[in-house]
């Protein structure tokens, strides 16, 4: 009877701990996607029944109620365009130029995939904010303060990620998605 217990106890220990890490591995990026560009990670097929179960347990544990491909494309960033872990102690700078897709967005998230509530309510920004005049050079700051036309709010000095969504993205951008130009994430100053 012992025996048959402790075989018990160490199956369900043994079966919390690998669902745990596995939970755990998969909510941490996009890594497990497999497409990398820059910064950016991102997977075929996301939002299909498609995806590989990689992908699908992913996109289940972050909660992103993904769209078909042919409807959007998911890039994730939790590294500067220098490798550095995205922290909230520092200012950025996301600089780009034309997406082929019909509509873009660019949004902020805690490492859990949850929006980080913030004084000024603004999370995101999107391609309907750029003038025609800066849709082929653009650029937000990722900041506690305004500091440029286009900017995203920093509440705290947690690590956070940032999304970038493609809305009816071109074919060109669908085939070439790990080898397109994507926009550049660059760190300023930091606090100590």
């Known amino acids: 009877?012992?025996?048959?217990?402790?075989?018990?106890?160490?199956?369900?220990?043994?079966?919390?701990?690998?669902t745990g890490a596995a939970a755990l591995q998969l909510k941490q990026s996009f890594a497990a996607m497999g497409i990398e560009n820059?910064?950016?990670?991102?997977?075929?097929?996301?939002?299909?029944?498609?995806?590989?179960?990689?992908?699908r347990a992913?996109?289940?544990?972050?909660?992103?109620l993904a769209l078909p491909e042919r409807e959007a494309i998911y890039f994730n960033a939790s590294t500067d365009?220098?490798?550095?872990?995205l922290s909230g102690k520092?200012?950025?700078?996301?600089?780009?130029?034309?997406?082929?897709?019909?509509?873009?967005?660019l949004t902020l998230y805690d490492k859990?995939?949850?929006?980080?509530?913030?004084p000024a309510s603004v999370y995101s920004?999107?391609?309907?904010?750029?003038?025609?005049?800066?849709?082929?050079?653009?650029?937000?700051?990722?900041?506690?303060?305004?500091t440029g036309a286009h900017w995203i709010a920093m509440p705290d000095d947690q690590p956070f990620e940032l999304t970038l969504r493609a809305y009816h993205p071109s074919r060109d951008l669908l085939a070439r998605r790990?080898?397109?130009?994507?926009?550049r994430i660059e760190r300023g100053e930091c606090d100590a």
């Open 1 to 18: 009877m012992r025996t048959g217990f402790r075989y018990g106890i160490m199956l369900v220990v043994g079966l919390v701990l690998g």
């Open 38 to 55: 820059g910064p950016w990670r991102t997977g075929e097929k996301v939002g299909t029944a498609d995806a590989s179960v990689a992908t």
């Open 58 to 64: 992913t996109v289940a544990l972050r909660g992103l």
């Open 81 to 85: 365009s220098q490798g550095r872990e």
């Open 90 to 105: 520092c200012r950025y700078r996301v600089a780009g130029g034309a997406i082929n897709a019909r509509w873009w967005s």
């Open 112 to 118: 859990a995939g949850y929006l980080i509530p913030n």
């Open 125 to 146: 920004v999107g391609s309907a904010a750029i003038p025609p005049e800066e849709k082929a050079n653009w650029t937000v700051d990722i900041a506690r303060q305004r």
């Open 178 to 183: 790990g080898s397109v130009p994507l926009p």
